[in-house]
């Protein structure tokens, strides 16, 4: 089983839909949750952190269940601006370090 | 206030050969972990450096060496390069915090193609 599980997409949506990521980690001892957007070419750039159960920024929600390993992404309202790939990453400070794990990422492609 | 610099933006290489990456971090922030990030794929990590010591290392090759620097500045150095390290090199800064709070920001990446 891989560390962090997305559903690649692509996730074609109009312009205003309102759409949500999923994401499965294995590491029941993970203790902190970002979201990245990476545009193409580009680097990541850190979207949301998630410490306790969520957190809501905008348009952006992100929620978290530690019983079922399990983080999700909501984006509401999407923008054309909104296309990009989002990264779920788990943090592993296990070791004495901060360790980033990251899924393969969920393509999002917002259209007219 | 600065964010993450790296150099070069791009590089190529023979096979064999030697790099060597380079990455400032963030103004304020003393801990640097690099990633490679092959196309299609998350990026995977390699390395991270805090207090001039390698802290904790991913499933790379003996190839792949770093250092730190007293500025917390730090290079990725790769040995014998192969075809398969083609790849964007990603360095992220971290600034170490009693709370956990362990978020990492990135700089633009080197673009390595070997060939």
């Known amino acids: 089983r891989k560390e962090v599980e997305q559903d690649p997409g692509p996730f074609n949506v109009p312009e205003g839909a309102t759409v949500a990521f999923n994401c499965t980690y294995s590491?029941?001892?993970?203790?902190?949750f970002f979201w990245y957007r990476q545009d193409c070419r580009k680097e990541p750039k850190l979207l949301m952190s998630?410490?306790?159960s969520g957190n809501e920024d905008g348009r952006f929600t992100a929620q978290l269940n530690r019983a079922s390993q399990y983080i999700s992404l909501l984006i509401r309202d999407s923008k054309l601006s909104d296309s990009a790939t989002y990264l779920c990453?788990?943090?592993?400070?296990?070791?004495?370090?901060?360790?980033?794990?990251f899924g393969t990422g969920t393509q999002l492609k917002v259209e007219l | 206030d600065a964010g993450v610099t790296q150099s070069p933006t791009h590089l190529i290489k023979t096979r064999g050969q030697q790099v060597t990456l380079r990455c400032s971090p963030k103004?304020?922030?003393?801990?640097v972990s690099w990633y490679q990030q092959a196309l299609g794929q998350g990026p995977q990590f390699i390395f991270q450096?805090?207090?001039?010591?390698?802290?904790q290392r991913g499933n790379f090759p003996d190839r792949f060496s770093g250092h730190q620097f007293p500025n917390y500045s730090s290079e990725l150095n790769v040995n014998a390069l192969l075809l398969g390290d083609s790849a964007l090199y990603l360095c992220?800064?971290?600034?170490?915090?009693?709370?956990?709070?362990?978020?990492?920001?990135f700089g633009p990446g080197t673009r390595l193609t070997v060939t």
């Open positions: 992220a800064s971290s600034l170490e915090v009693a709370s956990g709070a362990y978020e990492q920001y």
């Open positions: 590491n029941s001892a993970s203790q902190s």
């Open positions: 998630v410490y306790s």
């Open positions: 990453v788990v943090n592993d400070i296990t070791g004495g370090g901060n360790k980033l794990t």
């Open positions: 103004s304020g922030h003393d801990t």
């Open positions: 450096y805090y207090e001039e010591e390698e802290r």
